[in-house]
């Protein structure tokens, strides 16, 4: 069992930056990938950023490269996303989630945080 809690999330304007936390708890030792989503009304959920938690490879979705960075803490069982030049259309509620071994899927996911983006 792994326990996600996201935190960060907030009203900003267009340009401003913010940074999202996750802090994990229970079998964190089983967790291979940790990832960020988004899900902004009436749209599907999208995979934002991703980072192995043994080798801090990431990656990125294009709408957000070269803006967001995602980096994780293994001591204290965080991870991240710092989110510059922030855009409205990155309005959303943003959750953190984790891949564990022999899975194919993300098995553990946080509550969101609602992160609002104005003009």
Do not use: H
Not at 17 to 28: E, N, P
Not at 76 to 89: D, H, I
């Amino acid at each position: 069992q792994v326990q996600l809690v996201e935190s960060g999330g907030g009203l900003v304007q267009a340009g401003d930056s913010l940074r999202l936390s996750c802090a994990a708890s229970g079998r964190t030792g089983s967790i291979v990938t940790m990832g960020w989503f988004r899900q902004a009304p009436g749209k599907e959920r999208e995979l934002v950023a991703t980072i192995s938690r043994s080798s801090g490879s990431t990656s990125y979705t294009d709408a957000v490269k070269g803006r967001f960075t995602i980096s994780r803490d293994n001591v204290k069982n965080t991870v991240y996303l710092q989110m510059n030049s922030l855009k409205p259309e990155d309005t959303a509620v943003y959750y953190c989630a984790a891949n564990v071994f022999y899975s194919r899927d993300y098995d553990y996911w946080g509550q969101g945080t609602q992160v609002t983006v104005s003009s």
